[in-house]
T-cell receptor, first 109, second 118 residues
Framework: GDSVTQMEGPVTLSEEAFLTINCTYT??????LFWYVQYPGEGLQLLLKATKADDKGSNKGFEATYRKETTSFHLEKGSVQVSDSAVYFC????????FGTGTSLTVIP | EAGVAQSPRYKIIEKRQSVAFWCNPI?????LYWYQQILGQGPKLLIQFQNNGVVDDSQLPKDRFSAERLKGVDSTLKIQPAKLEDSAVYLCASSLLARGRFGSYEQYFGPGTRLTVT
């Protein structure tokens, strides 16, 4: 069945550090790939998405590239800010949405 | 544009009691989802509606959970009787359709209902 494996946290970084959160998936067919973010005390929000191989989703300085050959969709940001502190979820969408377990990120000044 | 509305925001009940959650999706969204998010885990899909029909309820514990979307708009999720392990945040989400020509439509999530079963 479909599944997703996401890098475990928590992750603590200093401001302006480089961020990578790994995500790999298994899915039947040709899934769309999403990253959602949950800021403290708020609901889930779409961060970015990609719908076909080699597509790059980007938003708020975050990027992720749809790698069909490695079934991966790693999230990256070149310079994190304190305001990026949140929980990040990888969510492939094949026959249905599967969410990863979430990676908690804390950025310290 | 108004977002997905959910109520109540918080609920505390004793085990074996019943509870119901309400969700009003974004206007015009045909697809509605209910998720269960246990602390420290990602959301797990319980049930998906397309208009007022059930598309997927394979992970809904049907012996105690039920959901309906009678007029294809708002929806209720009920638990009867509740167990301790039902303590979680229940999320409602909606999207235009489940899957479009260029892949899946974005889901918009409500703030969730935090259920504590004691």
């Amino acid at each position: 069945g479909d599944s997703v494996t996401q890098m475990e946290g928590p992750v603590t970084l200093s401001e302006e550090a480089f961020l990578t959160i790994n995500c790999t998936y298994t899915a039947t067919g040709y899934p769309s790939l999403f990253w959602y973010v949950q800021y403290p005390g708020e609901g889930l929000q779409l961060l970015l998405k990609a719908t076909k191989a080699d597509d790059k989703g980007s938003n708020k300085g975050f990027e992720a590239t749809y790698r069909k050959e490695t079934t991966s969709f790693h999230l990256e940001k070149g310079s994190v800010q304190v305001s990026d502190s949140a929980v990040y979820f990888c969510a492939p969408r094949g026959n249905q949405f599967y969410f990863g377990t979430g990676t908690s990120l804390t950025v310290i000044p | 544009e108004a977002g997905v509305a959910q109520s109540p925001r918080y609920k505390i009940i004793e085990k074996r009691q019943s509870v119901a959650f309400w969700c009003n999706p974004i206007s015009g969204h045909a697809t509605l989802y209910w998720y269960q998010q246990i602390l420290g885990q990602g959301p797990k899909l319980l049930i998906q509606f397309q208009n007022n029909g059930v598309v997927d309820d394979s992970q809904l514990p049907k012996d105690r959970f039920s959901a309906e979307r009678l007029k294809g708009v708002d929806s209720t999720l009920k638990i009867q009787p509740a167990k301790l392990e039902d303590s979680a945040v229940y999320l409602c989400a909606s999207s235009l359709l489940a899957r479009g020509r260029f892949g899946s439509y974005e889901q918009y999530f409500g703030p969730g209902t935090r259920l504590t079963v004691t």
